[in-house]
């Protein structure tokens, strides 16, 4: 069974950097598989962020492209979010989900961990 | 971006009752559409992908029909735990995936 844990850290400055990190067990990241960041601020509806698969390609959302980064270790069996700028806006539970290079959608997910940006 | 307009916000319905959701994309999205349940506290289950396609572990009351611009999650006789917030999601212009608002099925 695959899952995914998301971490790191829960409170982030203004203008500052978010950086978060999905720990896949139960499988390996170089499997066919896209991996994903996705977000949803406290009480709205589900933003896709953008996926990477474990050749490093990415794909980005348009409207965060030029504010985010997506990398992954496949020593440490993980990718990362990395997620520069930030304002108030950028609060929100940030999940970490996976997506078979078939086309099925995201079949597993993090629990999601809450972010909030604030001085 | 393409756009997913789910309706309605809010379905009160009773258990054992049928309901209905729909969700209408600003541009053809083909046959890729998925259907995702979220209770609160918990990530999003996936229920059904490419329209009409039930996930794994995925009861048969749950099913998905629609093409193009309009789609359709019919739970044929809502169980207590059927209580959620229900997305749509679309993969037609992979890979900038959308969502959409989500439609909340309460007790009524």
């Known amino acids: 069974q695959v899952q995914l844990q998301e971490s790191g850290p829960g409170l982030v400055k203004p203008s500052g950097t978010l ?19 996705v977000r949803q601020p406290p ?3 589900l933003e896709w962020i953008g996926e990477i698969y474990h050749s490093g390609s990415t ?29 108030a806006a950028d609060t929100a539970v940030y999940s970490c989900a996976r997506a078979p ?8 997910w993090g629990q999601g961990t809450l972010v909030t940006v604030s001085s | 971006e393409i756009v997913l307009t789910q309706s309605p916000a809010t379905l009160s319905l009773s258990p054992g009752e049928r309901a209905t959701l729909s969700c209408r994309a600003s541009q053809s ?30 009861p048969a009351r749950f099913s998905g029909s629609g093409s193009g611009t ?3 999650l019919t739970i044929s006789s809502l169980e207590p735990e059927d209580f959620a917030v229900y997305y749509c999601q679309q993969r037609s212009n992979w890979p900038a995936l959308t969502f959409g608002g989500g439609t909340k099925v309460e007790i009524k």
């Open chain 1, 59 to 87: 794909n980005y959302n348009p409207s965060l492209k030029s504010r985010v980064t997506i990398s992954v270790d496949k020593s440490k069996n993980q990718f990362s979010l990395n997620l520069s700028s930030v304002t």
């Open chain 1, 19 to 37: 950086s978060l990190t999905c720990a896949v067990s139960g499988g390996s990241i170089s499997s066919t598989n896209w991996w994903s960041w």
């Open chain 2, 70 to 72: 309009d789609f359709t």
């Open chain 1, 101 to 108: 290079a078939n086309g099925i959608p995201f079949d597993y």
């Open chain 2, 29 to 58: 999205v083909s046959r890729y559409l998925a259907w995702y349940q979220q209770k609160p506290g918990q990530a999003p289950r996936l229920l059904i992908y490419d329209t009409s396609n039930r996930a794994t572990g995925i």
């Open chain 1, 43 to 45: 009480g709205k509806g």
